[in-house]
């Protein structure tokens, strides 16, 4: 396949675990030499899976992109609450979950199926007074925010290993998963938290046709060999 890059391109990335949405844009940016990259749709640090990254005239469709449905599997941890919702930070309360089964989880998922409100998770980018709201909360600091309407079209629970919870998750743009792990700890009472994200789809574009960065340097080498031996 050939690639444009500085025309435009809808670029499939697979995001490595512990790098953040800028990284990947920022390391794209570099390899290809194209100014014009930018990406359709946050991934947090701790979930890897499908990035959208678009380059030259496709940037124009960014928000078209990030506002399709999106599909996730993952792990929650139950009976562990941690102030970020995930394994960002360290574990503040931890309670008995030899009570939960996996019929009991199967059934508090399936409450959360449907157009619900859900509050984002005070260590997340949301504005709050001109400010991020994850900055106001590593500096300890507390703010209030408001509940958002989003659509979980499917919530999964695939299995039960001890205190993990296997799902797979189809929702709606701007659907944190953090707070649905979160979520349906409160509604389990015993607490719980986000322990593995992959981002699987994004509308009709899916993980297992992504690119790997290796990809993006391997194609942009030789990119630049063909230009050489055409000189």
């Known amino acids: 396949m050939e690639y444009d890059f500085a025309a435009g391109e809808i670029l499939l990335i697979n995001k490595p675990l512990d790098w953040t949405s800028f990284d990947v844009v ?60 995930d394994r960002e930070t360290e574990v503040t309360e931890s309670k008995d979950i030899s009570h939960i089964t996996g019929e009991s989880v199967k059934a508090a998922a399936a409450e959360f199926v449907g157009t619900i409100e859900q509050v984002p998770p005070i260590y ?38 001890g205190a993990e919870v296997h799902f797979r998750v189809v929702c709606s743009k701007g659907t944190y998963i953090r707070s649905l792990a979160h979520d349906l700890g409160q509604n389990l009472g015993c607490g719980a938290h986000l322990s593995s994200l992959v981002r699987t789809r994004i509308g009709d574009y899916l993980l297992k046709d992504a690119l790997t960065i290796e990809n993006i340097q391997e194609i942009r080498k030789k990119q630049i060999a063909a230009d050489e031996s055409n000189s």
């Not at 749709?41 to 449905?69: F, H, M, N, V, W």
């Not at 600091?141 to 039960?160: C, G, Q, W």
């Open 26 to 85: 920022k390391k794209v940016r570099n390899t290809i030499r194209v100014k014009k990259v930018g990406h359709a749709g946050t991934l947090d640090p701790l979930a890897s899976g499908l990035l959208i990254l678009c380059t030259g005239k496709y940037t124009k469709r960014i928000d078209e992109i990030q506002g399709q449905e999106k599909e996730y599997t993952g792990t929650i941890r139950l009976g562990e609450i941690t102030p970020s919702y």
């Open 124 to 161: 997340s980018a949301v504005q709050v007074d001109g400010k991020r709201a994850y900055d106001l909360a590593r500096k300890g600091k507390s703010a209030e925010l408001k509940p958002r309407s989003i659509t979980i079209k499917a919530f999964d629970v695939i299995a039960m290993e």
